[in-house]
């Protein structure tokens, strides 16, 4: 599984207009499913609106070999045949669903009491949620509902969460819920990690200064200030201590540029954070962020100085935090919610690139696609995840590679990597899929034990 757009500013109120007005709804919370969304608009014919605008469908199937390995001398090989049947459905900007599920039944490799299906797939309720992919309702993505999985997810300022993924526990597969509105000159967003368990939940106000103080402006959201509290239950996917954090930041546009077809912005931002009931614990954040966008090409980059104290650190909701809730990378082997993070500072940077060397459409059609996060600590510690993708050959060879790299410079650092290859063939309709990568398994005993998948086989769909 592949994350994609894992950066968010407050978009809908920065940036009205410029490139995207007239495009689908992308929710920016689930973008797994933007392949299929692809291949959903190179199946149908432009509209003209989306009152005359018509169902459009991929409906498809994938049979491969999916195969567990240990690691590290943990565990036992184990053999599946997987079988993922999904069904897309796509009536203009207005509405998307996707529905289907992987069925992993056992070749070899049974341990005491296994089944026939993984039951690791479908142990708890919110197992059941994985059928879900996406769904999206909502005319733009300033005022929009949806649900399914969350890949490379951000809260708005990102600065709780951060690139957050509900899919990194390989046991664990839920699907949550998201909604975004504006109302005057009050924009928010709100979402829950798992919408059948007791997880994340979330939610960021953010106001628009110069509307409140002077009037609806010609361009709105030039000065911005929002406030964002998330909170983990802990009785989804493992139990886990709770935990709270708030943020407050502040974003001013400092340069802003557009044409019908181009944009740039240049916005400073600044914002102080904390973990209510904790005193002592606080974080401070200053930084940068640019957003060029063309036809062809989408940037976004930030880059920000922060502090932490007392066990507060900004991002804490990130891309790894489905498997630090039970322990954290580096020398301490605590939860999250129990670990006492360094007092310190940090400098972080993102780079998120999309090109296509035809026209963009959104985020979705690319034949570059590039995520990058870095954090480097006052205290020697550096963390690290990011994703590549490419199209190539009339688009009919796909290629993606994911890592994550959490407490490098530390004792106990943790590693994932994982790729993709899809090669479309015999006009399209048939495709070959090769995947594989490294895993880590929540324990009972909250412990983390490493493995392995590797995966290949073909799928049939009615796309071309």
Do not use: C
């Not at 005359?52 to 565990?75: D, F, I, K, Q, Y």
């Not at 979402?191 to 200064?209: H, I, N, Q």
């Not at 402006?217 to 911005?224: L, N």
């Not at 802003?256 to 954070?273: A, N, P, Y």
Request: glycine share 14%.
């Amino acid at each position: 599984m592949f994350s994609h757009r894992s950066w968010a500013v407050v978009l809908p109120l920065l940036l009205p207009g410029v490139g995207r007005a007239e495009e689908p709804i992308v929710p920016p919370l689930w973008e797994e499913a933007e392949a299929v969304i692809r291949e959903l608009e190179a199946a149908s014919p432009p509209v003209e609106s989306d009152a005359t605008s018509s169902w459009t469908n991929v409906l498809r199937l994938e049979s491969t070999t999916w195969t567990l390995l240990p690691r590290s001398g943990a565990g036992g090989a184990e053999g599946f045949v997987q079988v993922e049947p999904m069904v897309a459905l796509d009536q203009g900007e207005w509405i998307r669903l996707n529905v289907g599920a992987p069925l992993r039944l056992r070749l070899w490799g049974d341990s005491a009491g296994a089944g026939l299906v993984r039951k690791e797939d479908w142990d708890t309720l919110s197992d059941w949620g994985q059928v879900m992919r996406l769904f999206s309702v909502g005319v733009d993505a300033s005022n929009a509902v949806w649900a399914g999985r969350m890949e490379g997810y951000s809260l708005l300022s990102g600065h709780l969460v951060r690139r957050y993924s509900n899919q990194l526990n390989p046991d664990y597969h839920p699907a949550g819920l998201g909604a975004s509105g504006t109302l005057g000159p009050v924009y928010a967003e709100a979402f829950v990690s798992d919408l059948l368990g007791a997880r994340l939940t979330g939610a960021e106000v953010a106001l628009d200064v110069q509307h409140v103080l002077f009037g609806r402006p010609a361009v709105p959201g030039r000065y911005t200030l929002a406030f964002s509290a998330v909170h983990d239950w802990g009785r989804a996917g493992g139990v886990s201590a709770p935990m709270t954090l708030a943020h407050v930041d502040g974003t001013a546009v400092v340069l802003r540029r557009r044409s019908r077809d181009t944009g740039l912005e240049v916005h400073v931002l600044g914002g102080w954070g904390g973990r209510p009931g904790e005193g002592g614990a606080w974080g401070a954040v200053a930084g940068l962020g640019l957003e060029a966008v063309s036809s062809t090409v989408d940037l976004r980059a930030r880059l920000e100085g922060r502090l932490q104290r007392g066990g507060f650190r900004q991002g804490a909701f990130g891309p790894d935090y489905e498997l630090a809730r039970f322990q954290v990378a580096g020398s301490s082997p605590a939860p999250l919610a129990e670990s006492s993070f360094p007092r310190g500072g940090s400098a972080y940077g993102e780079v998120i690139l999309g090109w296509d060397a035809v026209r963009l459409s959104g985020m979705r059609q690319r034949h570059v696609f590039v995520s990058l996060g870095v954090e480097a600590f006052t205290w020697g510690r550096v963390d690290v995840d990011g994703r590549m993708e490419a199209q190539l050959f009339h688009r009919d060879l796909s290629l993606g590679v994911s890592g994550l790299a959490m407490g490098m410079g530390q004792s106990r650092a943790r590693y994932l990597v994982s790729a993709e290859a899809r090669w479309r063939f015999l006009g399209g309709r048939l495709f070959a899929v090769g995947q594989g990568g490294t895993l880590l398994f929540p324990t009972p005993e909250r412990a983390l034990r490493p493995g392995a998948f590797v995966g290949v086989g073909l799928g049939v769909d009615n796309v071309r």
